[in-house]
């Protein structure tokens, strides 16, 4: 699924309540699409699988990644605990505006050298 960085969060609006606070896009991608590139340091990579394990927004079945040949569903090791990545959300607070991605985001950051906003990494930082 994939939506452009920082455009306005649109993928289970059926979901929100009424009076939502912003929701921004960024993490959504697919191999369909170019994507920002650049080596994220290992502690925000922990940091967003930390958020990853906290399972925002579950749904059910998962997501693969669409740039791994792999077909099984992706994981991550934390502190010796298996956290199985693509059937959420990571939702990042900054005042009046929640960051949302799906919580493939530490893998796509990992293994694909996704760059996220820096919006996002100084909202990580509050």
Not at 13 to 19: E, G, H, K, N, V
Not at 55 to 70: A, D, L, S, T
Not at 90 to 107: D, E, F, M, R, W
Request: proline share 8%; net charge negative; aromatic share 10%.
């Amino acid at each position: 699924m994939y939506f452009e960085d920082l455009t306005p969060y649109a993928y289970t609006q059926a979901r929100l309540p009424s009076d939502a606070p912003s929701l921004v896009n960024f993490g959504w991608l697919d191999s369909d699409h170019d994507y920002p590139r650049g080596k994220v340091a290992p502690e925000v990579v922990e940091r967003m699988l930390r958020l990853a394990a906290e399972r925002v927004n579950g749904m059910r079945g998962y997501h693969r990644c669409p740039f791994c040949e792999e077909r099984e569903q992706v994981s991550m090791l934390l502190e010796d605990k298996i956290v199985y990545l693509g059937s959420a959300e990571i939702h990042i607070k900054a005042g009046s505006t929640t960051y949302v991605a799906p919580n493939l985001l530490p893998h796509y950051m990992e293994a694909h050298e996704y760059m996220p906003p820096e919006q996002v990494l100084q909202a990580l930082d509050q």
